[in-house]
């Protein structure tokens, strides 16, 4: 709290957005939260894995206090999202998007493009929110991470492929559904 009051003498009505790690998994979250946004803080952002989004009580109190839920994001189908992020991450991500949507919480799916998981969001991404359904839905792409599960700063050529990629899904996705951002 101390941290927000400081921060807020120089920029209220800023945008905070909690990462991590894992946000959830602090037991003050919402105290926190919910702090930010009476202090002044017009948009605050909630960038998670989905994996604690587990029940509807959840889901309203993100819904009480935050204005974007950003998921991770590693495949538009099971079996490559939870290759890269672990058994069971997809269906846990599909519930919290499912309770999100009943309270109508702004949803961006952040994906970083990599040689594991590039051909699936080619030929999956636009399915994968159709299925969705929801019209309050985002998508970013990134292609420029350098460190962790797809590491590709010294592959130029794989770095190529991947930007072809994404101009290949841009042309597919027409619009069809939410908005994508290339970052």
Known sequence: KQFIDNFSEINIGSEITFSGGEPLIR?????????????G?????????????????????ISSCIDLVQFGLDGATENVNDSI???GTFNKLM???????????????????????????????????QSIA????????????????????????????????????LKNYGGKVGQMLYQ
């Open 134 to 169: 929801y019209e309050n839905v985002n998508v970013r792409i990134d292609t420029s991470i350098q460190e962790g599960r797809c590491n590709i700063a010294h592959e130029d050529n794989s770095r190529i492929g991947l930007v072809k990629s994404l101009d290949r899904i």
């Open 85 to 87: 992020r672990g058994k």
């Open 27 to 39: 037991r003050d979250f919402f105290e926190i939260a919910e702090y930010a946004k009476n202090t």
């Open 41 to 61: 803080h017009h948009y605050l952002n909630l960038f998670t894995n989905g994996v604690l989004i587990n029940n509807e009580k959840m889901a309203e109190q």
């Open 95 to 129: 519930n919290a998007v499912k309770l999100l949507k009943k309270f109508d919480v702004r949803i961006d799916f952040g994906i970083s493009l990599m040689p594991k998981n590039v051909l699936d969001i080619e030929e999956n991404l636009i399915g994968f929110l």
